[in-house]
């Protein structure tokens, strides 16, 4: 099992930046592919953003493509989610997650650890 502790999020207006962060711990990190998923008040978790466990290969949902960034230090045992041009529909609590698979998914299930959330708050 991965624990996992983001950090990061908080309230900014529209067209500015947040890098969020997300500490593991327990197994090894880099075994792992990491993802981030957000959560918008009264929808369902969405899938936004995965990097593989050597951080070579990395995928983005469209809605956050050319915005934002994930970026791995398996030296760290830290993921990161740079967001940049931030808009309110990205509003959401913002999870990361652990795969025991090497590679990038998109696919909720295939992830089996998950953080506690961090709240992003994006105004108008």
């Known amino acids: 099992q991965v624990q996992l502790v983001e950090s990061g999020g908080g309230l900014v207006q529209a067209g500015d930046s947040l890098r969020l962060s997300c500490a593991a711990s327990?197994?090894?990190?880099?075994?792992?592919?990491m993802g981030w998923f957000r959560q918008a008040p009264g929808k369902e978790r969405d899938f936004v953003a995965a990097i593989s466990w050597s951080g070579r290969s990395t995928t983005y949902a469209d809605s956050v493509k050319g915005r934002f960034a994930v970026s791995r230090d398996n030296a760290k045992n830290t993921v990161y989610l740079q967001m940049n041009s931030l808009k309110p529909e990205d509003t959401g609590v913002y999870y990361c997650?652990?795969?025991?698979?090497?590679?990038?998914?998109?696919?909720?299930?295939?992830?089996?650890?998950w953080g506690q959330g961090t709240q992003v708050t994006v105004s108008s």
């Open positions: 327990g197994r090894t990190f880099s075994n792992y592919a």
């Open positions: 997650a652990a795969s025991p698979q090497p590679w990038t998914t998109n696919e909720e299930r295939r992830y089996d650890d």
